[in-house]
């Protein structure tokens, strides 16, 4: 009774993380209290899409006539809907999952997102041969995990056709929040052309869906406020890149319709809630091509997860969430009214929307749709650096300046070069750096050349509180708290005038063999966008820990986006054994070469 | 409202020599023959268990709150206005995406209210186990209980305190 310590002197994360770890999970039957947790409430089973309850499921797929957006049309169905039905499990148990095809073309299915053996990924030609048409393939895998997650095909182009669906498993234990409702939000992008000519049209005419290309009006407007040469220059510039500043997304809404649960903006599905409740919102962009900016005007989100992980709580107003990423957010809706779920695609042509309501039937107003924007000059970082912006040259510590590709360094434009603050890096000691012996920066450390506190193109940063991978932050370290033995560089490259997309500059029909990681080794795996586009790169079989500059609590995804000119990093515990897919995540960016193999042995 | 909150700053006292000192040395400390009850009170990542209290009006509580989660929690009491002014200070201060902002709050232990009064606070690290007590008011019906560190409170930290009696 003495003297309980009511907090008044700071502690290090270390010693908190101890004191957690030292009462643990033991103590609340130490205080004899039921976990609440053991009550059912706060999980509801009602999908747009229907659901198919594990640990034993059976799934055909089929190609049939579905209305999508009204219009009668030709997808990929799954149990008889498009996008497919929820698939729920839980930790712990042994999934049965039977998927027979029905196509007249072999199919598959992966399972996004999950740790499972190299024989369960469904990924044809790598983890196994795929399901032939008529064929029945069982895949069985142990669920070590929870969170949520979605499956799709990893066949051809057959993602486009609705071939997808989300995949919620239930945790074991308490997650580290509560809530009353759970709505699952699965965001797609449907065209009612065919995948296969949307491939044609982006590699015969590069933005070909663009329609909102600079025009000569734009050229005129830009004289007027920069001068004639400045704005000459900068049309140089993007021309020599092959590429416009207004390539924000190479499929558009000029074909896309953006579905919310496989229904149009003008459908409105509905998710109900109570006022009062606390409700759990599992968002997943399931969409071929399309980033979304997710809002719900007049209501705050709490992110809880990422990537199906949870992080500490982080209150926003808005998040970008990447094409395969997934986020958990809790909203509470205190009036009996409508608000409007709201996701704009990146590019601005369009969005997908949905209503948040206490009973069917009502609608809140749609809000203004913002401006396209401008790809800047930081989009060219990466194309030598006369293109960075003076924040991020100082940013730049001395020893990554020598540990830099020696190609990086010629290209480097001279005189900012000698425009940097040389006495504020002659004063800078590799120590306060959190610099290794090895040269490498301590593990958990953000990149320089990294922008983690931006969330990208057409984000107004005043305008409302947006989610960045900063933010991001788990509650404990991951088991592996090894520094990492070696660094894997490699960069993202294309060619969006000829659609040609790469990893090193090499599409995988041209690289000889995979990339090798030694079994159980702790590697750092460092991606450079040297493209101006954003390309969200997914490592199946293992966690990529982004090194978002949180330390040993940095967070831990299965998709990570890099912005263009962006270069960030993630820690790989390379326990695995087996060839993974290591893609960009953009279906027509992997179909045309963005794909390599990961190997561990 | 504004009677409401100054019984409840009256009504708080802490046992914890440390915290009444910091405050003016304004509480006189309770002996264990005042506390009617003793609460024990689990604050985990992110939620309390209990979820919800009932007390009689005038009674006088012992809260002794175990921290077993990862982060640093506090136990507020007040009523729901004044706890949401208190979540948009908390997040102020914190300022957003800096670096470690979310968890960077100072650990005040006595939280503003929303009309200038104050609210019985307490800041708990992980791992430690802190008392707090407290005499519920006359003339309220209900009250909350919350953390209100930014996004915890939002993750489930929070509890209704029903005082019908």
């Known amino acids: 009774m003495a003297s309980s310590s009511v907090i008044t002197h700071p502690l290090s994360r270390r010693q908190i993380l101890k004191g957690g770890a030292a009462l643990g999970l033991g103590s609340a039957a130490a205080l004899g209290l039921r976990p609440s947790w053991a009550n059912p409430w706060g999980r509801t089973n009602a999908y747009a899409k229907g659901v198919e309850e594990g640990p034993e499921v059976a799934l055909a797929i089929r190609r049939e006539s579905l209305p999508v957006a009204g219009q009668q049309t030709h997808p990929i169905s799954i149990n008889g809907s498009s996008p497919g039905p929820l698939i729920r499990l839980k930790e712990g148990q042994d999934a049965v999952l039977r998927v027979t095809n029905l196509l007249d073309e072999p199919t598959s299915i992966h399972w996004h997102g999950l740790i499972l053996p190299p024989g369960m990924d469904g990924v044809p030609g790598l983890s196994f041969a795929g399901i032939a048409p008529g064929e029945t393939f069982t895949y069985r895998f142990p669920v070590r995990q929870n969170g949520t997650y979605w499956y799709h095909s990893h066949s051809g182009l057959q993602e486009q056709l609705g071939h997808a669906g989300p995949l919620i498993i239930d945790a074991a234990e308490r997650e580290p929040f509560r809530y009353d409702r759970e709505h699952v939000l699965l965001l797609t992008d449907w065209t009612f052309e065919d995948p296969m000519s949307v491939f044609r049209n982006l590699k015969t005419a590069e933005g070909y869906y663009n329609f909102q290309e600079r025009t000569i009006a734009d050229f005129f407007a830009d004289v007027r406020e920069k001068g004639f040469a400045a704005t000459a220059e900068m049309r140089g510039m993007w021309a020599k890149m092959r590429m416009s500043s207004r390539d924000i997304a190479d499929v558009t809404g000029s074909t896309y319709t953006y579905l919310l649960n496989g229904h149009s903006p003008e459908e409105n599905w509905t998710a109900l809630f109570k006022a009062g409740e606390r409700v759990r919102l599992r968002v997943i962009n399931g969409s071929a091509m399309s980033y979304f900016d997710v809002r719900i005007p007049g209501l705050n989100m709490t992110v809880v997860a990422a990537d199906g992980q949870p992080v500490q709580p982080v209150p926003v107003d808005e998040f970008r969430i990447a094409v395969a990423e997934t986020y958990d957010v809790l909203v509470m809706p205190e009036d009996n009214t409508a608000y409007t779920l709201f996701a704009e695609s990146m590019d601005r042509s369009g969005y997908a929307r949905a209503t948040l309501a206490p009973r069917e039937g009502m609608a809140a107003e749609i809000p203004e749709r913002r401006q396209i924007a401008d790809r800047g000059m930081e989009a060219m970082g990466a194309h030598g650096m006369a293109g960075m912006d003076h924040s991020d040259m100082e940013s730049m510590d001395h020893a990554n300046m020598q540990g830099m590709d020696h190609s990086d360094m010629e290209s480097m434009d001279h005189a900012n070069m000698q425009s940097m603050d040389h006495s504020s890096l002659g004063g800078m000691s590799d120590e306060r750096n959190g610099m290794k012996a090895s040269g490498m920066l301590a593990a958990g450390a953000a990149q320089p050349g990294s922008r983690y506190d931006q969330a990208g193109i057409g984000i107004d940063p005043d305008a409302r509180r947006t989610l960045v991978y900063r933010d991001l932050k788990a509650f404990t370290p991951w088991t592996d708290r090894r520094e990492p033995g070696r660094e894997l560089e490699l960069h993202l490259t294309g060619n969006m005038e000829r659609y040609m997309w790469s990893f090193d500059g090499k599409k995988f029909s041209e690289v000889t063999g995979p990339l090798h990681f030694d079994k159980d080794e702790r590697l750092r795996l460092i991606l450079v966008n040297d493209t101006m586009m954003e390309h969200p790169i997914h490592l199946h079989g293992m966690w990529m820990e982004l090194e978002n500059g949180q330390g040993e609590l940095i967070p831990r995804k299965h998709t990570l986006n890099v912005k263009p000119g962006e270069r960030v990093s993630a820690l790989i515990t390379a326990d695995a054994e087996g060839s993974w897919a290591f893609h960009c995540h953009l279906l027509y960016h992997m179909d045309a070469g963005m794909f390599r193999v990961v190997k561990v042995s | ?165």
């Open chain 2, 1 to 165: 409202m504004r009677k409401t909150l100054l019984a409840l700053a009256l009504g708080l006292t802490t046992t914890t020599a440390f915290a009444a000192g910091e405050h003016g040395g304004s509480h006189a400390t309770v002996s264990d023959a005042d506390i009617d009850r003793t609460i024990r009170f689990e604050a985990g990542d992110m939620w309390f268990d209990p979820e919800r209290l009932d007390i009689t009006p005038g009674e006088t509580i012992k809260f002794e709150i175990a921290n077993t989660g990862n982060l640093e929690h506090e136990f507020v009491i007040g009523d729901a206005e004044a706890q949401e002014a208190h979540r948009k200070m908390m997040q102020e201060m914190s300022g957003d995406h800096g670096d470690g902002g979310h968890g960077n709050h100072g650990g005040h232990d006595m939280a503003e209210g929303k009309h200038g009064g104050s609210m019985p606070a307490i800041t708990i690290a992980p791992g430690e186990t802190a008392e707090l007590v407290w005499t519920a008011p006359e003339n309220v019906g209900e009250l909350e209980y919350a953390c209100n560190i930014p996004g915890h409170y939002e993750a489930g930290m929070s509890g209704n305190i029903d005082l019908q009696g």
